[in-house]
């Protein structure tokens, strides 16, 4: 689907419809009022019965019957004028366009006011791409039946603000494909998406968008010593990968910012095995990868000032007669030993080695993702992902991310004291705690391997699919959760 700006009339512009946003009890002026005008009061008639009042994510069609060029009129209500927030936009603008989809029409024009808010449009843009999304790659039926947009045109009335417009589309079309993108990967099935194969992905993403890509096979691995990597994957027979993507920016002395995904393909517990129910949707246990993955690939095109690395550590977590035992101690990358005494927490297992290999940067700021715990979900719900970290101006800085991207963020404490909960009598370390603060006790295993440098932990297994209640990112499968808040924090970098 194409998204477009150009500068025009909408009364003779062709399209399937137009889309006019309205404000609850305002008047109707601007591109609202001419539209009134030209249809005979059809708005206004609208209006005056009650039937529209404007009022959040409301909508209603108009035919226009040779009144304009377009045959339809589509509004969608945008609440009190004085309300309107962004997310208010993404949601109006994500409802109606699912809406008209679903009708089966193929073009839409978004007539905008003068002077409409760069802003505005980015979430208008980022919002439809992300409500449109569907993933029917693994169906060869009924396909004929699926319907889709093929363009969303912004209709501005001068060159000023097409230029400003235009910019806030290309960065909202550039985030959505990014999380699209995110999406893709965590719904694809775990045998379509091995690690070898998210390796081969990211590589493709890097040439695509100019990023520097490095991938760590086995033996490169073995050579590094990322141990608590292989010993997760040594039950599978698929091997497991380390990816490095990069943003090298123009200019000197940029700060460096890491992304850190926990990238399980398939998350079967190992031996640790889960019930078959557990592991129904063990496939999206790579959510946080694939939020790196998407994230580097809008930084990519956006290029911000900024140097970014991504890590990814992908691994599948399989039984067998090769697979690590509960009971195994195993050496991470920067020579600290963690005791295994359950092979399903391995998240924790493969980010040590990750967390480790981030030091080599040096960055300002590391921040992992992770489907790491299901007690997130009996905490925080789908509402928000729990931030635990080590630095309280980098949780400030994701905060306001958060609060930009409505990709909320909700901190849990991650004090010493809970390290008692994680002293192993044989290891530096074991990697599970005693049933209680389960979502803490992942942090504080991660947090004995993110040293020297400023650390927070985003723990999405609450957030990462399967989310009810967004408009615009409708319920079933993959959100992309975390690439729009990494793309915010990048995007608004200050040392
Ligand atoms: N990938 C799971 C966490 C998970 C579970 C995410 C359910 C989403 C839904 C993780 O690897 C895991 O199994 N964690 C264990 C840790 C426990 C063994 C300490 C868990 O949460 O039960
Ligand atoms: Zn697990
Ligand atoms: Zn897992």
């Known amino acids: 689907m194409q998204i477009n700006v150009k500068v025009g009339d909408f009364k003779t512009e062709p399209?399937?419809?137009?889309?006019?946003?309205?404000?609850?009890?305002?008047?109707?002026?601007?591109?609202?009022?001419?539209?009134?005008?030209?249809?005979?009061?059809?708005?206004?008639?609208?209006?005056?019965?009650?039937?529209?009042?404007?009022?959040?994510?409301?909508?209603?069609?108009?035919?226009?019957?040779?009144?304009?060029?377009?045959?339809?009129?589509?509004?969608?209500?945008?609440?009190?004028?004085?309300?309107?927030?962004?997310?208010?936009?993404?949601?109006?603008?994500?409802?109606?366009?699912?809406?008209?989809?679903?009708?089966?029409?193929?073009?839409?024009?978004?007539?905008?006011?003068?002077?409409?808010?760069?802003?505005?449009?980015?979430?208008?843009?980022?919002?439809?791409?992300?409500a449109l999304y569907q993933f029917n790659q693994h169906k060869t039926e009924g396909l004929d039946k699926v319907k889709a947009l093929d363009a969303i045109t912004f209709l501005v009335t001068d060159e000023a603000t097409k230029s400003l417009v235009e910019e806030g589309v290309a960065i909202g079309d550039a985030i959505a494909k990014g999380t699209n993108l995110a999406r893709d990967l965590s719904n694809q099935p775990p045998n379509h998406l091995t690690p070898t194969l998210l390796a081969d992905k990211?590589?493709?993403?890097?040439?695509?968008?100019?990023?520097?890509?490095?991938?760590?096979?086995?033996?490169?691995?073995?050579?590094?010593?990322?141990?608590?990597?292989?010993?997760?994957?040594?039950?599978?027979?698929?091997?497991?990968?380390?990816?490095?993507?990069?943003?090298?920016?123009?200019?000197?002395?940029?700060?460096?910012?890491?992304?850190?995904?926990?990238?399980?393909?398939?998350?079967?517990?190992?031996?640790?095995?889960?019930?078959?129910?557990?592991?129904?949707?063990?496939?999206?246990?790579?959510?946080?990868?694939?939020?790196?993955?998407?994230?580097?690939?809008?930084?990519?095109?956006?290029?911000?000032?900024?140097?970014?690395?991504?890590?990814?550590?992908?691994?599948?977590?399989?039984?067998?007669?090769?697979?690590?035992?509960?009971?195994?101690?195993?050496?991470?990358?920067?020579?600290?030993?963690?005791?295994?005494?359950?092979?399903?927490?391995?998240?924790?297992?493969?980010?040590?080695?990750?967390?480790?290999?981030?030091?080599?940067?040096?960055?300002?700021?590391?921040?992992?993702?992770?489907?790491?715990t299901g007690a997130v979900v009996t905490a925080l719900g789908n509402l928000a992902c729990g931030m635990m970290g080590t630095d309280d101006a980098l949780m400030d800085k994701i905060r306001t991310a958060a609060d930009k991207t409505h990709e909320r963020v909700w901190e849990l404490p991650l004090w010493d004291d809970y390290d008692e909960l994680i002293k192993s009598d044989i290891a530096d370390v074991k990697n599970i705690g005693d049933g209680t603060a389960g979502t803490i006790v992942g942090a504080a295993v991660l947090k004995k391997f993110a040293e020297g440098y400023p650390w927070v932990h985003l723990d999405i297994a609450g957030t990462a699919w399967d989310v009810k209640g967004s408009s615009y990112i409708p319920s079933k499968g993959g959100t992309g959760y975390g690439v729009r808040l990494l793309v915010q924090l990048a995007r608004d970098w200050t040392s």
Do not use: W
């Open 15 to 130: 399209a399937d419809a137009i889309i006019l946003g309205i404000f609850e009890d305002e008047p109707l002026v601007s591109v609202v009022g001419a539209a009134d005008e030209a249809t005979d009061g059809a708005i206004s008639a609208l209006i005056d019965t009650g039937d529209f009042k404007g009022e959040h994510k409301q909508t209603a069609l108009l035919y226009t019957r040779d009144a304009i060029t377009a045959s339809r009129i589509a509004l969608v209500g945008l609440g009190k004028n004085e309300d309107l927030d962004i997310e208010k936009v993404r949601q109006a603008a994500g409802k109606l366009v699912q809406e008209l989809r679903d009708m089966g029409l193929k073009t839409v024009v978004i007539a905008l006011a003068p002077e409409t808010p760069p802003e505005i449009a980015q979430a208008a843009a980022e919002a439809s791409r992300l």
């Open 202 to 372: 990211a590589v493709e993403v890097a040439n695509e968008v100019g990023l520097k890509c490095e991938i760590f096979d086995l033996a490169q691995l073995q050579e590094k010593g990322f141990r608590t990597l292989i010993g997760v994957s040594q039950g599978s027979v698929e091997e497991p990968r380390f990816i490095i993507l990069e943003h090298i920016p123009d200019g000197e002395g940029r700060d460096t910012v890491a992304f850190v995904g926990k990238g399980i393909t398939f998350d079967s517990g190992g031996l640790s095995l889960k019930s078959g129910s557990g592991m129904m949707d063990m496939k999206h246990d790579m959510s946080g990868a694939a939020a790196v993955l998407g994230a580097m690939h809008v930084v990519g095109v956006l290029k911000p000032d900024l140097h970014v690395v991504g890590l990814i550590a992908a691994s599948e977590n399989m039984p067998s007669a090769t697979a690590q035992r509960p009971g195994d101690v195993v050496e991470t990358y920067g020579g600290k030993t963690i005791e295994i005494l359950n092979t399903d927490a391995e998240g924790r297992l493969v980010l040590a080695d990750a967390l480790g290999y981030a030091a080599h940067y040096n960055p300002k700021a590391a921040v992992d993702l992770a489907t790491l």
